[in-house]
């Protein structure tokens, strides 16, 4: 079996660490025999054909602004399609920002996003607090199997508040911020496409939601029997106990 | 002179005794509180101090090097005949910076400034040269984004008058283009050598993108991260050209560097014990801000073939017969360049990696999936990891190929370092690869276990 991701701007919406996420499903795909190809898909690239799992990290407001254009009129259109053949999507940050209705500068500038997630950014003014710190979220997935739910644990650190209009959250808040730091809810899903702001990075220390969207791909991609063979995961459970007990 | 105000006497007294009685008790923190206890008292201490100092003052910073550059300096303008009041022991807030001005006497200020108070630093010191290294992505959770930084270190820059002095890194994008619109004298600094030139970026690199017109850069030569010989394809905007560079660079994980530094007129050797592409860096920042502050070639090339590292930034040591080496890793452009001079030394490495999430560090770890572990695995006779984090270290080596039974978690710094020796080859060399806090800790272990002197000491 073999598996192609497409990695949204490698380059410039990759800070923080969101390249651990790419990292985390090369390694688990073939640790279990899967090759999995990635596809770099910087600036000025086309995305055409559709991949099977799709990457799009964060970035600072400038590189946001800089990708703005090029995100809709290269990519937007395949990527609305992928997510709409249930393509799992993973945008952290700034991507999920971007997959939203976009984000609204406390300055009055916008970034445009493609709307996939129905979820609106704003900017407050420059005197509030941006959302840093450990997080710990309970997640709700789609499928009610045993691999469906759980605790993901992240780094959070944006500016932009979010609240979702009719999409469900990736999860509900059990420590940090989240989405806005008031309504409890954290990220947002529409059928396996999944905006969060956990880096951290989140795929590395929450195993279980890196296979979720590797047997999602592949069940996709080869049929609904497809299982995943199990992995010694000790280490990075015990990297997410840590990181879970740091949350404050 | 004008008289100063009464509030400037006492705050300069009382600042003095409480760093006296800090010491008497033993307490620690000496670099820092007399300098925030004067600040207390009387806020404008600092620029009063300042404007005593008949040389002027210098500031010094940047994301990586700036305690080493700022020592670097320091020795060359003692051997230039200055008298240096210098935070050396790299308390670099206004606190310390206050603190060194209270404690010391001299005729010029040598101060090392986090990047966040470069601007504060400026509008207090009114500095004669500002030297600027470097804009790395290193604590995003501290100082907001790269941007917002570079534009208010050009905010203040532009505030100095013509008879100052900014010497900035050509090779640095985001540097290079405060010079634009700047009213003092500007003096640029880069490589403009073949030795260690790449062609690829490593996926830790900043600053991709024209300053000017947001076009893509095209980058002919990597050194280092971002830095290097780049030029806008679509505005036209390139790299500065350096009136002090470095022509050659021959780095030896065994013995000193040799660099030819190319000074307006003039070519220097330097041999400098510090390894590592990035020293080279900060051995040329430092010639260049010397040179231009009226040092001679000679007292240059002196300066640095005396010089041994700050603690912690890389210093060597002798311990039950094997050599331990220390290497500051705190972000991870510093750290990939910590893994290619690692890579230098031929035999299997020794390494002792420590990860801390305290608030000096940045509480964000996501950095070390930016750190290309890669380049390591396979090349490791022991590993032993500690810090706060250290389980998140075990995960990433995991992922980047390292055997997972290879991987000890020791919390205890001084047994980490007994395990690591006795791991160790008899004459063999061993590292520990620490993040800031990490690096303070590591030095009282190891002066408990008898291998280093006190910080405030140095």
């Given at each position: 079996m073999n598996l192609v991701l497409a990695w949204l701007y490698p380059d410039s919406m990759s800070i923080y660490g969101d390249r651990g996420n790419v990292i985390a499903l090369t390694r688990r795909a073939e640790w279990r025999g899967i090759a999995l190809e990635v596809w770099r898909l910087p600036k000025g690239a086309r995305l055409d054909q559709l991949p099977d799992l799709v990457m799009f990290g964060g970035g600072q407001d400038r590189e946001q602004r800089l990708i703005e254009r090029d995100f809709l009129e290269l990519k937007g259109e395949t990527l609305v399609r992928a997510v709409e053949e249930d393509v799992p999507v993973l945008a952290v940050c700034g991507g999920f920002q971007q997959l939203g209705h976009g984000y609204r500068d406390a300055d009055g500038s916008s970034i445009q996003g493609l709307g996939i997630l129905d979820a609106s950014?704003?900017?407050?003014?420059?005197?509030?607090?941006?959302?840093?710190?450990?997080?710990?979220?309970?997640?709700?997935?789609?499928?009610?199997?045993?691999t469906s739910g759980g605790v993901l644990v992240g780094f959070e650190?944006?500016?932009?508040?979010?609240?979702?209009?009719?999409?469900?959250?990736?999860?509900?808040?059990?420590?940090?911020?989240?989405?806005?730091?008031?309504?409890?809810?954290?990220?947002?899903?529409?059928?396996?496409c999944f905006g969060t702001y956990m880096h951290g990075s989140l795929l590395p220390k929450n195993p279980w939601f890196t296979d979720y969207l590797l047997l999602q791909a592949l069940r996709r991609k080869y049929g609904p029997e497809i299982t995943l063979e199990p992995l010694d995961d000790a280490l990075e459970l015990r990297a997410q106990s840590a990181a879970i007990a740091r949350a404050r | 002179m004008q008289a100063l105000p009464l509030r400037h006497t006492v705050a300069v007294a009382v600042g003095r005794a409480a760093g006296l009685a800090s010491r008497r008790l033993r307490l620690g923190g000496g670099t820092t509180i007399p300098g925030a206890v004067a600040r207390r008292?009387?806020?404008?201490?600092?620029?009063?101090?300042?404007?005593?100092?008949?040389?002027?003052?210098?500031?010094?910073?940047?994301?990586?090097?700036?305690?080493?550059?700022?020592?670097?300096?320091?020795?060359?303008?003692?051997?230039?005949?200055?008298?240096?009041?210098?935070?050396?022991?790299?308390?670099?807030?206004?606190?310390?910076?206050?603190?060194?001005?209270l404690s010391q006497h001299g005729d010029s200020g040598l101060f090392e400034v986090d990047e966040a108070?470069?601007?504060?630093?400026?509008?207090?010191?009114?500095?004669?040269?500002?030297?600027?290294?470097?804009?790395?992505?290193?604590?995003?959770?501290?100082?907001?984004?790269?941007?917002?930084?570079?534009?208010?270190?050009?905010?203040?820059?532009?505030?100095?008058?013509?008879?100052?002095?900014?010497?900035?890194?050509?090779?640095?994008?985001?540097?290079?283009?405060?010079?634009?619109?700047?009213?003092?004298?500007?003096?640029?600094?880069?490589?403009?050598?073949?030795?260690?030139?790449?062609?690829?970026?490593?996926?830790?690199?900043?600053?991709?993108?024209?300053?000017?017109?947001?076009?893509?850069?095209?980058?002919?030569?990597?050194?280092?991260?971002?830095?290097?010989?780049?030029?806008?394809?679509?505005?036209?905007?390139?790299?500065?050209?350096?009136?002090?560079?470095?022509?050659?660079?021959?780095?030896?994980?065994?013995?000193?560097?040799?660099?030819?530094?190319?000074?307006?007129?003039?070519?220097?050797?330097?041999?400098?014990?510090?390894?590592?592409?990035?020293?080279?860096?900060?051995?040329?920042?430092?010639?260049?801000?010397?040179?231009?502050?009226?040092a001679a070639g000679e007292q240059v090339s002196a300066a640095v073939g005396g010089f041994t590292a700050a603690f912690g930034r890389t210093e060597t040591m002798r311990l039950d017969g094997r050599q331990l080496r220390l290497m500051l890793a705190k972000n991870p452009v510093g750290c990939n360049e910590v893994i290619r001079t690692l890579l230098l030394d031929p035999d299997p490495l020794n390494l002792y990696l420590v990860l801390n999430d305290r608030v000096a560090d940045g509480e964000d770890v996501s950095w070390i999936w930016d750190?290309?572990?890669?380049?390591?695995?396979?090349?490791?006779?022991?590993?032993?990891?500690?810090?706060?984090?250290?389980?998140?270290?075990?995960?990433?080596?995991?992922?980047?190929?390292?055997?997972?039974?290879?991987?000890?978690?020791?919390?205890?710094?001084?047994?980490?370092?007994?395990?690591?020796?006795?791991?160790?080859?008899?004459?063999?060399?061993?590292?520990?690869?620490?993040?800031?806090?990490?690096?303070?800790?590591?030095?009282?272990?190891?002066?408990?276990?008898?291998?280093?002197?006190?910080?405030?000491?140095?």
């Amino acid at each position: 079996m073999n598996l192609v991701l497409a990695w949204l701007y490698p380059d410039s919406m990759s800070i923080y660490g969101d390249r651990g996420n790419v990292i985390a499903l090369t390694r688990r795909a073939e640790w279990r025999g899967i090759a999995l190809e990635v596809w770099r898909l910087p600036k000025g690239a086309r995305l055409d054909q559709l991949p099977d799992l799709v990457m799009f990290g964060g970035g600072q407001d400038r590189e946001q602004r800089l990708i703005e254009r090029d995100f809709l009129e290269l990519k937007g259109e395949t990527l609305v399609r992928a997510v709409e053949e249930d393509v799992p999507v993973l945008a952290v940050c700034g991507g999920f920002q971007q997959l939203g209705h976009g984000y609204r500068d406390a300055d009055g500038s916008s970034i445009q996003g493609l709307g996939i997630l129905d979820a609106s950014t704003v900017a407050p003014s420059d005197k509030a607090r941006r959302c840093i710190g450990n997080i710990v979220v309970e997640a709700h997935l789609p499928d009610g199997d045993a691999t469906s739910g759980g605790v993901l644990v992240g780094f959070e650190n944006h500016g932009g508040r979010t609240r979702l209009g009719k999409c469900e959250p990736l999860g509900r808040v059990l420590k940090g911020f989240g989405n806005n730091g008031e309504d409890g809810q954290e990220g947002a899903r529409y059928r396996y496409c999944f905006g969060t702001y956990m880096h951290g990075s989140l795929l590395p220390k929450n195993p279980w939601f890196t296979d979720y969207l590797l047997l999602q791909a592949l069940r996709r991609k080869y049929g609904p029997e497809i299982t995943l063979e199990p992995l010694d995961d000790a280490l990075e459970l015990r990297a997410q106990s840590a990181a879970i007990a740091r949350a404050r | 002179m004008q008289a100063l105000p009464l509030r400037h006497t006492v705050a300069v007294a009382v600042g003095r005794a409480a760093g006296l009685a800090s010491r008497r008790l033993r307490l620690g923190g000496g670099t820092t509180i007399p300098g925030a206890v004067a600040r207390r008292i009387d806020a404008r201490v600092t620029r009063h101090l300042a404007a005593r100092l008949a040389g002027g003052c210098v500031l010094v910073s940047g994301t990586n090097g700036k305690t080493t550059t700022s020592r670097l300096l320091a020795a060359m303008l003692r051997g230039a005949g200055y008298r240096v009041v210098h935070n050396r022991a790299g308390a670099n807030l206004m606190a310390g910076v206050t603190t060194a001005l209270l404690s010391q006497h001299g005729d010029s200020g040598l101060f090392e400034v986090d990047e966040a108070v470069l601007p504060a630093a400026i509008r207090e010191l009114k500095p004669r040269l500002v030297l600027c290294l470097n804009l790395f992505r290193d604590q995003l959770d501290r100082y907001g984004e790269l941007n917002t930084l570079a534009s208010r270190w050009q905010q203040a820059l532009a505030t100095l008058p013509a008879s100052a002095t900014a010497v900035l890194n050509a090779d640095d994008p985001l540097v290079a283009s405060i010079g634009a619109s700047l009213a003092c004298r500007t003096v640029f600094f880069g490589l403009e050598t073949v030795d260690h030139r790449q062609t690829d970026m490593q996926h830790a690199a900043d600053s991709l993108y024209c300053p000017r017109c947001s076009g893509q850069l095209d980058f002919e030569a990597v050194y280092l991260g971002h830095l290097g010989h780049y030029c806008c394809p679509i505005c036209g905007w390139r790299r500065p050209d350096p009136s002090f560079a470095l022509t050659g660079i021959r780095l030896d994980p065994a013995g000193p560097t040799q660099l030819r530094l190319r000074a307006e007129s003039h070519e220097l050797a330097i041999e400098a014990n510090l390894p590592g592409l990035y020293n080279a860096y900060n051995v040329l920042a430092a010639a260049a801000a010397a040179l231009t502050l009226g040092a001679a070639g000679e007292q240059v090339s002196a300066a640095v073939g005396g010089f041994t590292a700050a603690f912690g930034r890389t210093e060597t040591m002798r311990l039950d017969g094997r050599q331990l080496r220390l290497m500051l890793a705190k972000n991870p452009v510093g750290c990939n360049e910590v893994i290619r001079t690692l890579l230098l030394d031929p035999d299997p490495l020794n390494l002792y990696l420590v990860l801390n999430d305290r608030v000096a560090d940045g509480e964000d770890v996501s950095w070390i999936w930016d750190v290309d572990f890669e380049l390591l695995a396979g090349r490791c006779r022991t590993v032993i990891l500690g810090g706060t984090r250290a389980e998140d270290l075990a995960v990433r080596l995991k992922y980047a190929g390292f055997p997972t039974s290879e991987l000890p978690l020791e919390g205890n710094q001084e047994a980490a370092i007994r395990a690591l020796l006795a791991r160790t080859p008899d004459g063999g060399r061993a590292y520990a690869v620490p993040t800031y806090t990490a690096m303070l800790d590591l030095r009282r272990t190891l002066t408990d276990m008898g291998a280093a002197g006190q910080f405030w000491e140095d």
